[in-house]
């Protein structure tokens, strides 16, 4: 079974500071993303990756980046953390091979206070 | 243009129901419409996928209803079940590209 493992659960942060959301997958996927899911919005793509240090800007990109040093991790990072970023983060991965289901990890939530 | 326009928000079924989502799209240069199924505390996992060759696919009480020239589809399902209870998302892409468009979800409840 493919295993996309989230870092923490639950994460408070406050206003300002740098917050680093960490994701890995077991299963040697080369397309990885990060979504952001609120209630009424859907999920809602913020980046994805398709390779090592490969990145690409989904609909939603503004005050976040991220990072893939590895094949098998895919970082999100809040550059300066501000409340209406207080979410849901959902990390998936897929093989590129035609169209592959995304596998989604259990997702972080992300209070920022 | 990008849009996939899911409804209804919420839902509310008995047991032994049909339970009925509908999403619509305007890309028509779409060519792959997932249904995913989240259950609480967990992240979404594929339920059911068609392309626009066929109208209709079907698995078990799982069944999506594909109406091209309306470019909506629909998904079923049959029986609905408590264990049913689930948030479910549509998503549609195109074939050059693995970047899935979500629906905004559907919260389904089946009453016993």
């Known amino acids: 079974d493919v295993k996309v493992t989230q870092s923490s659960r639950y994460l408070v942060k406050r206003t300002g500071e740098k917050v680093f959301l960490e994701c890995v997958q077991d299963?040697?996927?080369?397309?990885m993303f990060w979504y952001r899911q609120d209630p009424g919005l859907g999920l809602r793509l913020i980046y994805f990756?398709?390779?090592?240090?490969?990145?690409e800007k989904g609909d939603i990109p503004e005050g976040y980046s991220v990072s893939r040093e590895k094949k098998e991790r895919f970082s999100l990072i809040l550059e300066s953390a501000s409340t209406n970023q207080t979410s849901m983060y959902l990390c998936a991965s897929s093989l590129t091979t035609l169209v592959q289901p995304q596998h989604f990890g259990d997702g972080t939530r992300l209070s920022i206070l | 243009q990008q849009q996939v326009k899911q409804s209804p928000q919420s839902l509310i079924v008995q047991k032994g129901g049909i339970s009925i989502i509908n999403c619509a799209y305007e890309n028509t240069a779409f060519d792959y419409f997932p249904w995913y199924q989240q259950f609480p505390g967990k992240g979404p996992a594929l339920l059911i996928a068609?392309?626009?060759?066929?109208s209709e696919k079907k698995e078990g009480r799982f069944t999506i209803s594909f109406n091209k020239s309306a470019k909506q589809f629909s998904l079923h399902i049959m029986d609905s079940q408590p264990g049913d209870s689930a948030t479910y998302f549509c998503a549609a892409s195109m074939g050059n590209t693995d970047k899935l468009i979500f629906g905004t979800g559907t919260r389904l409840q089946v009453f016993p």
């Open positions: 990756s398709y390779d090592v240090k490969m990145k």
């Open positions: 299963m040697d996927h080369e397309n």
């Open positions: 068609i392309r626009p060759d066929v």
